[in-house]
């Protein structure tokens, strides 16, 4: 399985704040809950590599 392989498989992703400071990305499917936390600092930069990946992608349209 890599980046680039397509699955048929649905996921909801909330994206917020906790209580205790810090950026939660929460993805569920199914019966399945992955709660990923990550300093401010570190939301920033996977924030950025989104950014770049989404300006990656429009270059290849």
């Not at 890599?2 to 909801?12: F, K, L």
């Not at 704040?17 to 401010?40: A, S």
């Amino acid at each position: 399985m890599g980046i680039n392989d397509e699955r048929d498989i649905e996921a909801n992703l909330q994206i917020g704040p906790t209580d205790q400071g810090m950026v939660r990305l929460f993805i569920m499917t199914g019966p399945t809950e992955i709660p990923m936390d990550f300093e401010p600092d570190e939301a920033r930069e996977i924030a950025e590599e989104i950014l770049a990946a989404a300006k990656a992608a429009e270059a290849k349209r």
